[in-house]
């Protein structure tokens, strides 16, 4: 059975073990590389996480099948934006199509709405037609507004948005 729960204080070295897969599983998913984060020191690592474990702007969620972390996903806004960024999302292949992704954006815009969220946006690589097609299948939508992912390795994207009123 697949769980999800917000990350705590003590999930340090989780969130970086499942950070490193995420980035080197699909490197052009991502706006940053894994060479970079390996490079990150521990400080780094505890405020990035440490930002998100309480409070209503910031939100990393887990996936687990059993003891198993199998993913991760964020929700970000800036303090007193009416909307946020869902960022970091990543499965592991051998559960992607399980339902954990479904779980996993399920919580963040749960908790979203129950945080006066008016939309929760994300940007996603235009190659990753899967990865369009299901969020269109949790009721995003393409914004027809085109982002740079990364400059330095020409990825691209589509922006997409769902509203939450």
Wanted: net charge negative; aromatic share 10%.
């Amino acid at each position: 059975m697949i769980t999800c729960r917000r990350a705590t204080r003590n999930d340090v070295s989780l969130f970086k073990e499942v950070r490193l897969k995420a980035l080197k599983d699909c490197p052009d998913a991502y706006g940053s590389t894994y060479e970079s984060a390996i490079k990150r020191d521990q400080l780094s690592w505890e405020e990035q996480l440490w930002s998100t474990i309480s409070g209503g702007d910031r939100n990393t969620q887990f996936a687990f099948e059993g003891d198993r972390c199998i993913g991760i996903a964020a929700l970000y806004r800036e303090p007193a934006a009416p909307s946020g960024d869902i960022i970091m999302m990543w499965v592991d292949p051998e559960y992607r199509g399980s339902g954990a992704a479904a779980a996993l954006v399920g919580n963040l815009i749960s908790w979203a709405k129950e945080s006066g969220f008016t939309a929760v946006c994300l940007d996603v690589t235009d190659s990753n037609a899967r990865a369009i097609q299901f969020y269109e299948n949790q009721g995003f939508h393409d914004t027809g507004e085109k982002v740079e992912v990364d400059y330095a390795r020409n990825l691209s994207g589509i922006r997409m948005t769902r509203s939450l009123i």
